[in-house]
């Protein structure tokens, strides 16, 4: 997962300028040989760069300091632990390459006393409707006082991944350019890091035939109905390979693996970079794993059929010590997981061969008439996600400070959505907030189950749900009480999704809320019942398959549900084509970004894991 693959590290600290007069100012790349064997070229490679940063600047509160550089606003998100801007660097490999070392050069370090402490990073809290800190479930790793935190000027994992249908080696190094002395009450800081990478790329670079683009695995009795769909795609520029299940004969030692198994033969055989599986877990099973032992339990992923490769291009088989367990992270192991997708994968969670034909019948429909007028409109569904936190009662009280950050309570659900239509800028959002029951709300669209429905009944491209849920329900809270649910009177229920009346106008759904997609405690989650209905509800939904996380107050934006939910959006901006793509993007950018030298690393491997995609991959979007 982490470093464990690589030669040694060395970090080189001079304290002196005199070496950096020589390097180019500015980010400069450099690839060169510099070594070679009798026999065989062995090309070590190297990528340079200098990355600059202003002074840090200092802002004081009553009781804390907080640290801003202006060139990032990442931050290290070490709850408990103080908060300090970090740089990400994220460089791209053919997949297979292996990273010989990184060597970082520093320029002179600077020191500042501070008048306080600084501000600790916020606890993420579960997004059930039962509200609960994590804080006393996972194992903490608060700063002791001799420390200098973070340990290191810098730090970076590796992993093998797809992107933009290029299979490449992500490095994503993050650089804390301040560092935090707290017995002197001081921080450290630099105004330029040189990076030097070395890395050898694979001697016979991966290229595989490109046969199909989408494989579909399903049940022989489903295959009939599936045709229609093959034949569909295979006119629409995807070429596509339908197998039947009880046909996949590859090694492995259960039926998880040997379906693991057969979809890295198909990426080496045919080239296939999507996979849709159709059936529920009975047909198809699922992979259980158990990212958060202690506190979740086992959790179902088929981010686990995504994942096939490690970043050295090998199999990834989830069980690196081969217990039989998947996915583990305990206090005392865990699996290596590099957790980027190889293929963008959807399920279509179909019961019988009814559901099937209404979803191909779907598919057809929406791919046939692209261009569609109402793709443009977004609807945002959102409310006062984090009612315990007592909101604005509370702004000025330094305990509650404590727990936010430097972040403010707000309303999180509208907070994120207002986030989303700032990204998705081209579209005309209509927003939906449970804070318009207030007569001094900017918001005028009641959030109420007949005007979503009725908005999506004119017709949307994405329907965003932010906020709480169980399998059957959506539900977020109105400002300051915690008692009343919206929509009003026990929120927006898959019997409220029944009443649509969209024939051909499906929208994408999104729902950033707990357990939406939860089939393994309900074969009925809302995010498949909107998507399995005869010419009604949605074309495909993401969603959570179990409880969730999210930090309070406007920190919300930084991690969890919250920060999938925006990579979405963000991939959506950047015109990205087929529907699991959002996914997989939303998730190569969130590995890259989050703290992974952090004891909470395991609570993001958690999110990773439980992200579904109840739709066909391939799906175009428009
Ligand atoms: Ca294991
Ligand atoms: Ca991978």
């Given at each position: 997962?982490?470093?464990?693959?690589?030669?040694?590290?060395?970090?080189?600290?001079?304290?002196?300028?005199?070496?950096?007069?020589?390097?180019?100012?500015?980010?400069?790349?450099?690839d060169?040989?510099?070594?070679?064997?009798?026999?065989?070229?062995?090309?070590?490679?190297?990528?340079?760069?200098?990355?600059?940063?202003?002074?840090?600047?200092?802002?004081?509160?009553?009781?804390?300091?907080?640290?801003?550089?202006?060139?990032?606003?990442?931050?290290i998100?070490?709850?408990?632990?103080?908060?300090?801007?970090?740089?990400?660097?994220?460089?791209?490999?053919?997949?297979?390459?292996?990273?010989?070392?990184?060597?970082?050069?520093?320029?002179?370090?600077k020191?500042?006393?501070?008048?306080?402490?600084?501000i600790?990073?916020?606890?993420?809290?579960?997004?059930?409707d039962?509200?609960?800190?994590?804080?006393?479930?996972?194992k903490?790793?608060?700063?002791?006082?001799?420390?200098?935190?973070?340990?290191?000027?810098?730090d970076?994992?590796?992993?093998?991944?797809l992107?933009?249908?290029?299979?490449?080696?992500?490095?994503?190094?993050?650089?804390?350019?301040v560092?935090?002395?707290?017995?002197?009450?001081?921080?450290?800081?630099?105004?330029?890091?040189?990076?030097?990478?070395?890395?050898?790329?694979?001697?016979?670079?991966?290229?595989?035939?490109?046969?199909?683009?989408?494989l579909?695995?399903?049940?022989?009795?489903?295959?009939?109905?599936?045709?229609?769909?093959v034949?569909?795609?295979?006119?629409?520029?995807?070429?596509?390979?339908?197998?039947?299940?009880?046909?996949?004969?590859?090694?492995?030692r259960?039926?998880?693996?040997?379906?693991?198994?057969?979809?890295?033969?198909?990426?080496?055989?045919?080239?296939i970079?999507?996979?849709?599986?159709?059936?529920t877990k009975?047909?198809?099973p699922?992979?259980?794993?158990?990212?958060?032992?202690?506190?979740?339990?086992?959790?179902?992923?088929?981010?686990?059929?995504?994942?096939?490769y490690?970043?050295?291009?090998?199999?990834?088989?989830?069980?690196?010590?081969?217990?039989?367990?998947?996915?583990?992270?305990?206090?005392?192991?865990?699996?290596?997981?590099?957790?980027?997708?190889?293929?963008?994968?959807?399920?279509l969670?179909?019961?019988?061969?009814?559901?099937?034909i209404?979803?191909?019948?779907?598919?057809?429909?929406?791919?046939?008439?692209?261009?569609?007028?109402?793709?443009?409109?977004?609807?945002?569904?959102?409310?006062?996600?984090?009612y315990?936190?007592?909101?604005?009662?509370?702004?000025?009280?330094?305990?509650?400070?404590?727990?936010?950050?430097?972040?403010?309570?707000?309303?999180?659900?509208?907070y994120?959505?207002?986030?989303?239509s700032?990204?998705?800028?081209?579209?005309?959002?209509?927003k939906?907030?449970?804070?318009?029951?207030?007569?001094?709300?900017?918001?005028?669209?009641?959030?109420?189950?007949?005007?979503?429905?009725?908005?999506?009944?004119?017709?949307?491209?994405?329907?965003?749900?932010?906020?709480?849920?169980?399998?059957?329900?959506?539900?977020?809270?109105?400002?300051?009480?915690?008692?009343?649910?919206?929509?009003?009177?026990?929120?927006?229920?898959?019997?409220?999704?029944?009443?649509?009346k969209?024939?051909?106008?499906?929208?994408i759904?999104?729902?950033?809320?707990?357990?939406?997609?939860?089939?393994?405690?309900?074969?009925?989650?809302?995010?498949?019942?909107?998507?399995?209905?005869?010419?009604?509800?949605?074309?495909?939904?993401?969603?959570?398959?179990?409880?969730?996380?999210?930090?309070?107050?406007?920190?919300?934006?930084?991690?969890?549900?919250?920060?999938?939910d925006?990579?979405?959006?963000?991939?959506?901006?950047?015109?990205?084509?087929?529907?699991?793509?959002l996914?997989?993007?939303?998730?190569?950018?969130?590995?890259?970004?989050?703290?992974?030298?952090?004891?909470?690393?395991?609570?993001?491997?958690?999110?990773?894991?439980?992200?579904?995609?109840?739709?066909?991959?391939?799906?175009?979007?428009?």
């Amino acid at each position: 997962m982490k470093k464990y693959f690589f030669e040694t590290v060395i970090i080189i600290i001079l304290i002196t300028c005199l070496i950096l007069s020589s390097i180019p100012s500015s980010s400069t790349y450099s690839d060169n040989n510099v070594y070679r064997n009798d026999k065989d070229y062995i090309s070590i490679k190297s990528k340079e760069m200098e990355i600059s940063f202003s002074a840090p600047t200092v802002k004081y509160d009553s009781k804390y300091a907080e640290i801003n550089l202006k060139e990032s606003d990442s931050f290290i998100l070490a709850p408990g632990n103080p908060i300090l801007p970090k740089s990400n660097i994220i460089m791209k490999f053919p997949i297979g390459t292996k990273i010989q070392n990184i060597e970082i050069i520093l320029s002179e370090v600077k020191q500042l006393t501070l008048l306080k402490s600084i501000i600790t990073a916020p606890y993420p809290i579960i997004n059930s409707d039962k509200i609960r800190l994590i804080k006393n479930n996972l194992k903490t790793n608060l700063l002791k006082t001799s420390d200098v935190y973070p340990k290191k000027w810098f730090d970076y994992k590796t992993g093998g991944g797809l992107e933009n249908e290029e299979r490449i080696t992500f490095l994503s190094i993050h650089l804390y350019p301040v560092r935090y002395l707290q017995a002197l009450e001081r921080i450290e800081y630099v105004d330029k890091i040189k990076i030097k990478v070395e890395y050898i790329t694979p001697e016979n670079p991966r290229t595989y035939p490109d046969v199909y683009d989408l494989l579909i695995i399903a049940p022989s009795v489903y295959c009939d109905n599936l045709d229609l769909l093959v034949e569909h795609k295979n006119n629409h520029g995807v070429t596509t390979k339908l197998v039947k299940i009880e046909e996949i004969n590859s090694t492995g030692r259960d039926e998880q693996e040997q379906i693991k198994y057969f979809i890295k033969e198909s990426i080496e055989n045919w080239g296939i970079k999507y996979v849709l599986l159709v059936g529920t877990k009975t047909k198809i099973p699922v992979r259980y794993t158990y990212p958060m032992d202690l506190l979740f339990g086992k959790i179902p992923t088929d981010l686990y059929y995504a994942d096939i490769y490690d970043s050295n291009g090998s199999f990834s088989s989830w069980d690196s010590n081969n217990n039989n367990i998947f996915g583990e992270n305990t206090p005392f192991y865990s699996d290596e997981v590099d957790l980027y997708p190889d293929v963008s994968l959807g399920r279509l969670y179909c019961k019988d061969n009814s559901e099937v034909i209404n979803v191909v019948n779907k598919i057809i429909s929406y791919e046939t008439n692209l261009n569609k007028e109402w793709f443009n409109n977004i609807i945002i569904c959102g409310g006062n996600t984090h009612y315990n936190w007592k909101d604005y009662l509370f702004i000025n009280d330094p305990a509650y400070k404590k727990y936010f950050g430097d972040g403010s309570p707000t309303y999180e659900g509208e907070y994120i959505g207002n986030k989303i239509s700032e990204i998705l800028f081209n579209f005309n959002s209509e927003k939906f907030y449970a804070s318009s029951i207030l007569p001094s709300s900017d918001y005028k669209n009641k959030l109420t189950k007949s005007n979503i429905n009725n908005a999506i009944n004119d017709g949307a491209g994405f329907v965003f749900f932010i906020g709480h849920g169980k399998p059957s329900v959506w539900l977020t809270y109105p400002p300051l009480i915690g008692f009343i649910t919206m929509p009003f009177p026990r929120g927006y229920t898959t019997n409220q999704i029944k009443f649509l009346k969209n024939e051909d106008k499906y929208p994408i759904i999104i729902f950033d809320a707990c357990s939406c997609g939860d089939f393994k405690k309900s074969n009925k989650p809302i995010a498949w019942e909107a998507v399995k209905l005869k010419s009604k509800g949605a074309i495909a939904s993401f969603a959570p398959t179990a409880l969730t996380m999210g930090y309070p107050g406007t920190y919300c934006e930084k991690g969890y549900n919250n920060l999938i939910d925006l990579g979405i959006a963000q991939a959506i901006a950047n015109g990205t084509e087929k529907a699991g793509d959002l996914l997989k993007s939303s998730i190569n950018n969130y590995l890259n970004v989050v703290d992974f030298d952090n004891p909470f690393y395991s609570s993001n491997v958690y999110v990773v894991q439980i992200q579904e995609l109840f739709g066909d991959p391939t799906l175009k979007l428009g």
